[in-house]
């Protein structure tokens, strides 16, 4: 079966970001399968692309899988003008490019941008190919409730994009269980909708990474601390650390820590030297291969998010890398994930926007070490039984097999 694999922001382990269409497309190759992963330059390194240096349209080949890079950058500092104009674009070279691509199979076309679905469609309407279309965030939904859409033309066009992408698709993948519920709601017909989360990489993380030299090297081998990672932008709700930060002030064996990039990081930046924070340190992206060991030398995870309420159904990589890791986890909401560690006994999480909860749940675990033990052990149980990459790839690959059988 050959499988044609849309993805605007393909990345390979070179890269800082999810690598989850990688892993996939690996394994299905390993199945015996042909992958083409259409993608974009935005996520790609200078080493994934020195070998095609200055090509408007890279082909090259990862791990069996051929790539089609098409030259189009982006940024997340972009604005909306930009980030719409990158969208635009890479649809419509993608649009060209599947009409072209010879003999595919099945389509597996992953959002966001929504802007994905429509080679996919074009593909179902002209060549006949059936697709599956893979939910990651919920567009228009988080953008317009972040205040990044405004206009009413442009959300009513989002909105009929997304009924279109789920009226032409022969199934669909959601990476969380809110997310299918809602789209449940807005189909007008059936159809089959797999709730494949994000998966855990329990092979670059695990908790048999000695972190002793980071805290060593950091001053940190004294301290409890509390570490969040990726990127730093308003969704990711930080102010919520910076505010536990300042409410631990006078506790020196606490320490938050920031790892990676993003708009807000400058102004986080700013309000820890204004408010003369010692207990937050913010750090700069580091390589995935050189995150673990940072990752190895915290006590808890942190993960946040602003307050708006469809971002409790996220899926983000991160909260999966800290249960391969084996790190309890501290969410600052509920949904999903929240019912998820407290199921399997692994973290704990709050209502959203209650910070002092959030503070509670910190304190409460650093004055607990056997607890984080068990939940530390109980995060990478979970993480290798039910989240691991084989079992997720086996998911969404037999949801490609039922639709090309159709």
């Excluded at 080949?61 to 635009?88: C, E, H, K």
């Excluded at 102004?267 to 003369?276: A, Q, S, T």
């Amino acid at each position: 079966m050959h499988i044609l694999y849309i993805h605007q922001y393909f990345a390979t382990p070179q890269g800082n970001t999810g690598t989850r269409s990688l892993e996939f497309a690996k394994r299905w190759v390993s199945a015996g399968h042909r992958v083409t992963m259409l993608t974009s330059t935005a996520q790609l390194t200078t080493k994934d692309l020195e070998s095609v240096e200055g090509q408007r349209v890279a082909r090259f080949s990862i791990s069996g899988i051929d790539v089609v890079a098409l030259n189009v950058p982006y940024d997340q500092r972009m604005g909306f003008v930009r980030r719409t104009w990158a969208f635009s674009v890479f649809m419509f070279l993608a649009c060209w490019n599947v009409l072209r691509i010879p003999k595919v199979d099945v389509i597996f076309a992953t959002s966001t941008p929504l802007t994905v679905a429509v080679p996919a469609v074009v593909a179902r309407l002209v060549r006949r190919i059936p697709y599956v279309f893979e939910v990651r965030d919920l567009w228009p939904d988080v953008p317009v409730a972040l205040g990044y859409v405004r206009s009413r033309p442009i959300i009513w066009l989002m909105k009929r994009l997304e009924l279109m992408a789920y009226r032409f698709a022969d199934a669909i993948v959601a990476l969380s269980p809110g997310v299918a519920q809602l789209i449940e709601k807005r189909l007008r017909h059936k159809i089959k909708i797999d709730v494949i989360p994000n998966c855990c990489d329990t092979e670059l993380f695990s908790p048999v990474v000695d972190g002793t030299s980071i805290r060593e090297a950091k001053g940190w081998s004294d301290s409890f601390v509390c570490m969040h990672t990726g990127a730093m932008g308003v969704v990711n709700g930080l102010d919520s650390i910076l505010n536990a930060a300042v409410h631990f002030r006078n506790e020196p064996a606490i320490r938050f820590v920031l790892i990676g990039g993003g708009k807000e990081k400058q102004r986080l930046r700013d309000e820890v030297d204004r408010r003369g924070l010692k207990n937050l340190d913010i750090l700069d992206s580091v390589p995935k291969r050189t995150l673990v060991s940072y990752m190895a030398a915290c006590d808890l995870a942190l993960m946040t998010v602003t307050s708006v309420p469809v971002l409790e159904h996220n899926s983000a990589n991160k909260f999966f890398d800290y249960l391969s890791m084996g790190k309890p986890v501290v969410l600052n909401y509920s949904g999903w994930q929240r019912e998820l560690l407290e199921r399997i006994d692994a973290g704990r999480g709050c209502p959203m926007g209650d910070d002092d909860a959030f503070f509670s749940a910190i304190e409460a675990l650093w004055n607990e070490p056997e607890t984080r033990a068990r939940m530390s052990t109980n995060a990478r149980a979970a993480a290798e039984n039910e989240f691991s990459r084989d079992r997720m790839a086996q998911r969404a690959l037999e949801s490609l097999m039922r639709v090309k059988k159709l």
